[in-house]
């Protein structure tokens, strides 16, 4: 029975998904079919805001986006492996200190800014540090 779910899951999971994490800005694209005068039209509307939360894994993987849009906060969650998602593009990455950051919900203009990271790139074993002549 276990054997049958995983490889239901694995044939519904998307292949490639963009490595995201808590903190980081992303541009969700989110496809919308739209009916007008028996006519179906599908598009792709941009959803950008900050990861407040993942959650589960495999096919149930969720995360929340978060933007505050003429000053009212809107939160969206999104399966990851949805079908309905189009993209999901990191914009900016952030270092946030928690997993979850609900607490931006509270935080109003520069106090709901997460600091951006910066990925440390170790020196080469064979480097000498500057001004060190031998």
């Known amino acids: 029975m276990t054997d049958l779910l995983r490889q239901i899951e694995e044939e519904n999971k998307k292949p490639e998904v963009t490595p995201f994490r808590p903190g980081d800005t992303v541009r969700v694209g989110v496809r919308i079919s739209e009916m007008s005068d028996k006519e179906k039209r599908v598009r792709v509307q941009p959803f950008e805001g900050v990861v407040v939360a993942r959650k589960g894994g495999g096919l149930n993987e969720t995360f929340t986006v978060r933007r505050v849009t003429h000053g009212v906060g809107v939160e969206r969650t999104f399966p990851v492996h949805c079908p309905t998602v189009d993209s999901i593009e990191v914009t900016r990455k952030g270092d946030p200190k928690r997993a979850k950051l609900y607490y931006l919900r509270e935080r109003v203009g520069r106090g709901a800014r997460v600091r951006e990271r910066v ?9 000498t540090p500057a001004g060190s002549e031998e």
């Open 119 to 127: 990925d440390y790139k170790p020196k080469a074993a064979d480097d």
